[in-house]
């Protein structure tokens, strides 16, 4: 017998950090999820494929509208945090000063590089 109560699996995932980061975005939706096998893979790291994974259940009626949410990636547009500008370039940190750290402190400094706006020069 099927009714509107029946929990369809729409995700599994080894780590229980997922299947929270998709619980988290269900939610917002306004989609009650439920997750199973969590603690038991919290546990015992090992037994995630053992046991299927770290599981994400909807109800069946909301399936449909969790496989859209699961479909969509999240956009992320970095802003300018001083002016809200979008005009934005990324600075690499120059190549000898991870080789210059390598030789003075025998320890390699690993540095990313810094943002900068093209509007207000701000760099953060």
């Known amino acids: 017998m099927n009714n509107d109560h029946d929990l369809v699996k729409i995700a599994a995932f080894f780590q229980p950090m997922d299947a929270y980061l998709l619980k988290t975005r269900l939610e917002a939706a306004g989609i009650t999820c439920f ?8 546990a015992n790291n090992y037994l995630s494929n053992a046991v299927g994974g770290v599981k994400v259940y909807v109800s069946e009626k909301d399936a449909a509208e969790a496989l ?57």
């Not at 997750?35 to 919290?42: A, E, R």
């Not at 940190?93 to 020069?121: A, N, Q, Y």
Request: overall charge negative; glycine content about 6%; hydrophobic content about 40%.
């Open 35 to 42: 997750v199973f096998d969590d603690l038991t893979v919290s």
């Open 68 to 124: 859209e949410i699961i479909n969509v990636e999240p956009e992320e547009e970095s802003v300018c945090l001083n002016c809200g500008s979008k005009n934005l370039r990324f600075r690499r940190t120059p190549i000898w000063v991870h080789l210059g750290s390598l030789i003075v402190f025998r320890l390699p400094f690993l540095l990313k590089g810094t943002w900068e706006c093209e509007d207000c020069g701000d760099s953060w």
